[in-house]
């Protein structure tokens, strides 16, 4: 039997403490960043899991100097920034979609830059295609070869105007990273504005650039003719926090997220009470928030997916673990990834009652609404959920599995654990041991 599998004895209530560190989403861009700079930089409070590992290995190859000390303090030297050899890079082809935002930073260092094919997890397209047309417009060249793109840039990049078609994270953050350093100023439209977006932006202010974020959706950038290195302490992980707030919700359980902060959960802290989930806030210097299942029957709810400010599409997984236990029905319209329900038939085989649906089941049309994808679900509960072995298909529908399996009657097997979840939930068997799951390896 694998190593990579978590047995799960469920029907145990979640209760304890735990701490989520800096967030996923932005660490990785933070650090790709330091790239940027021609000092070093330091990052607080990074988070010891996988994807910080495949990123600082990336770095590394591209002749960065990194250091982690033992308080999770991330040190980056980019003072010898060097192309790395493609056979290296390659190495990372499948595990990591960080390379493409790499493209900028090398181009304004050493004027060229390599795209291996990108990996991440299998929820939905998320195409290159706005990175490569933005990167032309700076006035980079791409060469495609049956090994990946080769990138240069055979004068200084210029600024643009650029309107994203959909606000998307990932073409946010390149243009970002590209536009500080071009010559002039770049405008962007319908840009993202996520939280981890604006600290994004402040570790960019930190390192020398001026960037100004108007209302609508607007960034302006004024390119700079040098940056240096940061000191950042980055927002923490609101993904990772409503993971285990939905985790307590479901399983009648109460959980302290040490770290986490009010400001960028309103949204799912809205959404958490609605449902008939209980929180308390502790504002403190070392403060969290506690969630917990205050009894009682939960109560169904409509939602929908959005870019920020609205429901994040990572808390969706975790969110219909809890709703198949509220009594009535529940409707789910997903109008980020167009893939993002996959993982329903797992909990369908544990006695979830949730059906699927291609129309837009919510207040206005999506980009999926005529494309023939399930992205609409309708939960039916409370359903009382049995054991199964799962499969993991990616890394917040992992969690959500291990939701339903810590819920469950029976002992359950999660196979994935290792490749997918500890990408984004840091010490994640010790968390489970602190918050009394009944789990172990084989």
């Not at 607080?44 to 899991?49: E, S």
């Not at 980009?367 to 309708?378: E, I, K, P, T, Y």
Request: charged share 20%; proline share 5%; hydrophobic share 40%.
């Amino acid at each position: 039997m694998s190593n990579d599998v978590l047995v799960v004895h469920g029907g145990t209530p979640l209760k304890g403490e735990i701490r989520v560190r800096g967030a996923k989403n932005l660490v990785s861009k933070a650090m790709v960043a330091a790239v940027l700079g021609d000092t070093p930089s330091t990052l607080h409070d990074v988070p010891a899991i996988s994807d910080v590992d495949i990123v600082r290995g990336l770095l590394e190859l591209h002749g960065v100097r990194t250091t982690m000390s033992g308080d999770q303090t991330l040190r980056m030297d980019p003072t010898n920034v060097v192309i790395a050899g493609v056979d290296e890079i390659n190495v990372h082809a499948g595990s990591s979609r960080i390379p493409i935002l790499l493209c900028g930073p090398l181009l304004h260092r050493l004027g060229r830059a390599y795209i291996p094919n990108l990996g991440g997890c299998n929820i939905g397209g998320r195409p290159i295609d706005f990175h490569l047309n933005a990167l032309r417009e700076f006035g980079a060249v791409i060469d495609k070869q049956p090994d990946g793109m080769h990138l240069s840039a055979p004068q200084r990049l210029q600024g643009i105007k650029y309107t994203l078609e959909y606000p998307s994270v990932g073409s946010t953050e390149q243009i970002l990273l590209t536009a500080v350093l071009a010559e002039g100023v770049t405008e962007l439209r319908n840009a993202a504005v996520e939280p981890e977006i604006i600290d994004l932006i402040c570790v960019l202010q930190k390192m020398g650039a001026i960037i100004k974020v108007h209302t609508d959706r607007v960034i302006e950038i004024e390119g700079v003719d040098r940056l240096h290195g940061y000191r950042h302490r980055p927002v923490p992980d609101r993904i990772e926090t409503g993971s285990w707030a939905a985790a307590a919700l479901a399983t009648h359980g109460e959980v302290f997220v040490r770290g986490a902060q009010q400001a960028d959960m309103m949204t799912f802290l809205n959404v958490y009470r609605s449902i008939g989930g209980a929180f308390d806030i502790d504002d403190g210097p070392d403060g969290g928030i506690r969630f917990w299942h205050p009894g009682g029957e939960l109560s169904p709810v409509a939602l929908e997916t959005d870019v920020h400010p609205g429901l994040m599409t990572d808390w969706q997984q975790p969110l219909v673990v809890a709703l198949t236990q509220a009594h009535g029905l529940s409707i789910v319209h997903e109008t980020v990834y167009e893939r993002r329900f996959g993982y329903t038939a797992e909990l369908r085989q544990m006695g979830a009652n949730i059906q699927l649906y291609r129309e837009c089941l919510g207040g206005t049309p999506c980009r999926w609404g005529r494309r023939n994808f399930l992205h609409s679900a309708v939960i039916a509960g409370p359903s009382q959920l049995h054991a199964a072995d799962l499969q993991i298909p990616d890394l917040r529908a992992g969690f959500s599995h291990l939701i339903a399996a810590l819920s469950a009657e029976g002992t359950s097997r999660v196979f994935g654990v290792d490749r997918y979840i500890t990408r984004g939930y840091e010490d994640f068997d010790a968390k489970l041991a602190a918050l009394g799951a009944s789990v172990e390896r084989p």
